[in-house]
């Protein structure tokens, strides 16, 4: 059967997703609960200071080659393995708590003391600068000349705050996940520019007795006032005892070559929980993301007195979009990123992927989570459940992906990382809550319907999938065409049925 989206088939699906919470349990995060599992209709108001670390020579290490071969993939992904397997140690040893490691980005959050202690804010503040501060020190020191892997180079950002923990609701990688204010604004400034340093927003700045700045993103701490911090942070373990135990480990359990093979498609069926450093894929594919835009807000603006709606709409949302990437169009999601999805697509053989094809089917797959995203919106509303301004934009780009898990058994973490992730992250961060954009190399191996649909600029807006189907099937898609034939047989028994009745009158008649 042809990839492609049902209109019925979605709301089928989003109704159920509604039901699974229609009540909702929020409470807050208080001492001994686990944030291991949290059911889908359950989440934590938690008070917490969030640390966004971004390497920022990932690009680098992706451009040590002019083609974007294996010797690129195989440095980019043990350079972040090593570096990866430092940082966990750090927050292990300190008392913080990992949430993500997506790529080149680490988010963390430090929730001790807790919420109910006097002057707790700014102890967890301090404690995070002082751990940021571990994270660039040791990153200085765990390269690897042997293997041409420099040692990274580190950005850090912190914000503070009320978020709520969820989990991420999906099978396979189930984790704690953090909707709000704090995690959205140290992730801006981790990823802002590229100045290393450790920077504060504004409200932390405040919560430490620090002027406020006109531009925080440009405002790096002193050293002054990281010193002052690391002394109340009086954190267990110092940056020596850290690189000599990371040392240890990588003697004792070495990371070993990565080595990749294909995966035939679809990459549905792509079993990542697998998949080790020996065990890696790499081919040509096309890498999605999609954004809830106006999310952050709508969780500022919800989360004291109706948290309980924020849970609802963040699990129909993310769920159909996931739903719609594997189960319609046979992607494969890498993770949830807050309320964003990555995921990759790929068309065609065990040896040789259909570029064109992966093109098509992905110009699709974003017109029908944009289909899709507006169903759920207009489901949510008939529940009587306020959806504001959400929106939803979209970026994909075409080229050789990388499928991994780095760390160690028992506490691995999925990868995908390659210059065309980078890029469709980029190109879904330069549309509005109505664009969907194209990467350059995705558009040049394009039919000519897909070149057609964005035009010159590559991006274009309300794109949902009748649009993207009608376009490309005039233009002569294939992929669109096969799209059209196969909703057609869905559809038909209905038709036929339509037809039987409409003439039943007339029969009986005679």
Known sequence: MAKHWNRDRAAEQIDKRLDEVETVDVVDFKRDMSLESIPTNKAYRMDAAHLYADILNLSDMLCVTEDEGVTCHRRTLRFLNLHYRAVYRILSECDARRVDFHNQRL???????????????????????????????VLTQTGDDD????????????????????????????????????ANGAAKLSGARQKQGIFLTNRARKAIGLKEADNPGAAA?????????????????????????????????????????????????????????????????VSLYADIDNFTAYVASHVTDSAEDVVRVFHVLRSEMDRVLTADFDGRRIRFIGDCIHGLLCDGTARETDEEGSVSTATLCAGALRSSFALSLEKLKDRGIDVADLALAIGFELGPMTVTRLGLKGDRVRCSVSRGVLASEAEQQRCDGTETAIGLHAYEAGTEGVKNLFGKPRKAANLDYNEVVEALSDDGDASAKAAQEAAYVVAAPAIVEAARIAVRPHALAR
């Open 221 to 285: 701490l002193t050293d002054d006032e990281i010193a002052q911090c690391k002394l109340a942070a009086a954190l267990p373990v110092t940056v020596d005892e850290i690189v000599r135990d990371w040392r240890d480990d990588l003697s004792a359990n070495p990371i070993g070559a990565f080595e990749f093979s294909r995966h035939m498609p679809p990459l549905r069926t792509l079993d990542i929980t697998a998949l080790t450093p020996g065990n890696s894929r790499r081919q040509e594919a």
């Open 147 to 182: 293997e041409q892997i420099p040692n990274a180079k580190v950005r850090i950002g912190i914000d503070t705050g009320l978020a709520l923990a969820v989990n991420n609701g999906r099978r396979g990688g189930r984790e704690s996940l953090f909707l709000g204010e704090p």
């Open 107 to 137: 988010h963390s959050v430090v929730f001790k003391p807790y919420n109910t202690d006097d002057g707790a804010e700014r102890k967890r503040l301090e404690r995070a600068v002082a751990i940021g501060q571990m994270i660039i020190d």
